[in-house]
T-cell receptor
């Protein structure tokens, strides 16, 4: 089975711009979660989608949004980028998103905001 | 506020020794705890999950303990090898959510020298 893929792998944007990141989960997985990873804060949960519905959301401002498509692929969008949004954005998929499911992470998208 | 602490300093050990990593948490009552391994430039990889009613879990050279009284988990790698060098993250799952909403520690870097 192919693993979780994320595109693009690297992205450079300037403050005020918006960005869309894409995640393709493992075939058959219906849950996709997004995380932000920074050296200071570590991995922080953004949101989780299952069957095109957001089921869980972390403590991030409304500039961070996401969606999931019927084929389980997911996108996350960050509007009005700030310098502090520079981070590694990771998505993870699991079969049903249950608390004890194994999550499989993608390689991440490295976002740099200038 | 909820806090998960892992030793931010790198742990240096010699090949063949047992590595022990610590995960402490406060103001939190997790139903389960997971350990992940992360290599540079890659997403985390799931290693082990231990539930609150389990004291110990083993998988090959890995062993995890979970003490809900001490609010601590210990992660052991026996007969360590240079290939075990990586950052190890602990993640706590909340009780009752049913869905994946993991809270991660910032990780401890392990360096195993030949």
């Amino acid at each position: 089975k192919a693993g979780v893929t994320q595109t693009p792998r690297y992205l450079i944007k300037t403050r005020g711009q918006q960005v869309t990141l894409s995640c393709s989960p493992i075939s058959g997985h219906r849950s996709v979660s997004w995380y932000q990873q920074t050296p200071g804060q570590g991995l922080q949960f953004l949101f989780e989608y299952f069957s095109e519905t957001q089921r869980n959301k972390g403590n991030f401002p409304g500039r961070f949004s996401g969606r999931q498509f019927s084929n389980s692929r997911s996108e996350m969008n960050v509007s009005t980028l700030e310098l502090g949004d520079s981070a590694l954005y990771l998505c993870a998929s699991s079969t049903s998103g249950l608390a004890t499911d194994t999550q499989y992470f993608g390689p991440g998208t490295r976002l740099t905001v200038l | 506020s909820q806090k998960i602490e892992q030793n931010s300093e790198a742990l240096n050990i010699q090949e063949g020794k047992t590595a022990t990593l610590t995960c402490n948490y406060t103001n939190y009552s997790p139903a389960y705890l997971q350990w992940y391994r992360q290599d540079p430039g890659r997403g985390p990889v799931f290693l082990l999950l231990i539930r609150e009613n389990e004291k110990e879990k083993r998988k090959e050279r890995l062993k995890v303990t979970f003490d809900t009284t001490l609010k601590q988990s210990l992660f052991h790698i026996t007969a360590s090898q240079p290939a075990d060098s990586a950052t190890y993250l602990c993640a706590l799952g909340a009780q009752g959510t049913g869905f994946q909403k993991l809270v991660f520690g910032t990780g401890t870097r392990l360096l195993v020298s030949p």
